[in-house]
Nanobody
Framework: QAQLAESGGGLVQAGGSLRLSCIAS??????MGWYRQAPGKEREFVAA????????VYADFVKGRFTISRDGTKNTAYLQMNSLTPEDTAVYYC???????????????WGQGTQVTVSS
């Protein structure tokens, strides 16, 4: 059974950093990515990385601050988040797809989410 498990969320002060991790199990050869959902807002795309060439895509609001990466040997994707602001406060969801994680359609799989809170 395909599963995604996130970790690494927490409380951090503005300007700080966090690294989220997502371990995938039960499937292979997939693209991975991250979305987030703030209170009262729709879930939005944050970043994605391909399985085949590790090409990355980012939402404009995180470019230069967040970095997505993956370790194929550990079936794990990471989201390094730097220069965090209170506007980054949200539940962050890991996503996986057999084709491509893209803001244009929902992915095949979702994780349960991990809370990130940035205090001012």
């Amino acid at each position: 059974q395909a599963q995604l498990a996130e970790s690494g969320g927490g409380l951090v002060q503005a300007g700080g950093s966090l690294r989220l991790s997502c371990i995938a199990s039960g499937f292979a050869y997939y693209a991975m990515g991250w979305y987030r959902q703030a209170p009262g807002k729709e879930r939005e795309f944050v970043a994605a990385i391909n399985w085949s060439d590790s090409n990355t895509v980012y939402a404009d609001f995180v470019k230069g601050r967040f970095t997505i990466s993956r370790d194929g040997t550990k079936n794990t994707a990471y989201l390094q988040m730097n220069s965090l602001t209170p506007e980054d406060t949200a539940v962050y969801y890991c996503a996986a797809d057999y084709s491509q994680v893209t803001p244009l359609r929902p992915p095949d799989y979702w994780g349960q989410g991990t809370q990130v809170t940035v205090s001012s």
